[in-house]
């Protein structure tokens, strides 16, 4: 997945297109579309629900060997020097500046305030909704260490767990996309004469298997993994979902068949200036742990060598932690409303197009 950089500067649309998605470019964001053109006759929208998802851990492995041994290396980065306040800030801001953006698509925006008031809309959020912020862990048992993110909705409203990808646990990937929740809110959508939006960014700061200058590593004899860190917004999961009087799609192989249609940013959105800096936080405990460890496995792998006659060797690993934090919570602030902004007047224009 290629990144696309952003350029505050450039106002003009760029329309380009592929035969393989619905993917144009609009002031330098990259957008994809998913059945968008179901929003045609469908001016009138409501944002259902809302969120800004800020990664807080990343994480990246690598192994490597043979029968000469074989090697792991793992690297944490965490971000921090970042409050919940300007997590929030940054939201509230996300929300109005979605909200100008449709409206200068064309779209007609009702105020939430008849749909909070349905009790068939409560009866979603009461099984879907949850308090903000939300702390989700995604947590990757193949690989052993787990990804954070927190989910932060409107000031007074309730945060939703969204995706396009397959993240999350069994049960989350089957909520996100639930058809018969799609249904429901069909019928929702017939009822109030209004179509239904799921809005969703998600807000990156480091960047696994990175191969940008100035990366993170963890290396481990042959085994290297590294992370980069980067201020960008992430493709596929920063989208605007919908759901029309239409409901759910029946039949489809799209990976989001909960909703009418979707568009999203097709490719990662990327500020033009790096805000990030790191320091290494592994711990001098953890480190001697780790050589305790490996020095342990190349005696049994000598002893069992000796007896046997094999050749086979041990096992080295390396783990390696992060600290990683912006020059200011202002430059923090600043550079993630400008992508969140950018992509909402791209991801709106896009979908006007569909009109």
Known sequence: MK???????????LLTSSSLVASSVFAGASVGSDKADAIKGHNKVVIAEFGVEFYTQRFATATAGGMAGSSSSAIVA???????????????QAYADTVTALKQAG????????????????????????????????KELVKGETTISKIFAPTGQ???????????????????????????????????????????????????????????????????????YVPELVAEDTAFQFVTDAGARTFTTS????????VYLSDNLEA?????????????????KEAIGNATSAVV???FSLATGSGIGGHNS????????????????QTYENLISQSATAMAAKLAQNK
């Open 272 to 288: 033009n200036q790096n805000i990030f800096q790191s320091v290494e936080s592994t711990s001098a405990e953890s480190k001697k």
């Open 255 to 262: 990976r989001r068949p909960r909703h009418t249609g979707a």
């Open 107 to 138: 779209f007609e925006v009702v105020e939430p305030t008849t749909l909070l008031a349905n009790p068939d809309y409560q009866k979603l959020a009461e099984k879907y909704g949850v308090n903000s912020p939300y702390q989700f862990n995604d």
């Open 3 to 13: 990144t696309v950089y952003l350029k505050p500067l450039l106002s003009a649309l």
């Open 78 to 92: 965490t971000l921090t020097g970042v409050s919940d306040t300007t997590m929030q800030a940054i939201t509230d």
């Open 158 to 228: 309730k945060a939703y767990f969204s995706s396009g990808t397959a993240r999350g646990d069994f049960k989350q990937r089957v909520d996100v996309q639930n058809q018969g929740r799609g249904m429901k809110e069909g019928e929702l959508a017939k009822a109030l004469g209004v179509t239904l939006l799921h809005v969703n960014y998600l807000a990156n700061f480091a960047e696994p298997h990175s191969k940008k200058p100035g990366v993170l590593a963890s290396l481990s004899s042959n085994a290297k993994s590294s992370i980069g």
């Open 301 to 303: 792998s000598g002893l």
């Open 318 to 333: 390396k783990k390696a932690t992060y600290d990683v934090s912006p020059n200011s919570e202002e430059a923090f602030k």
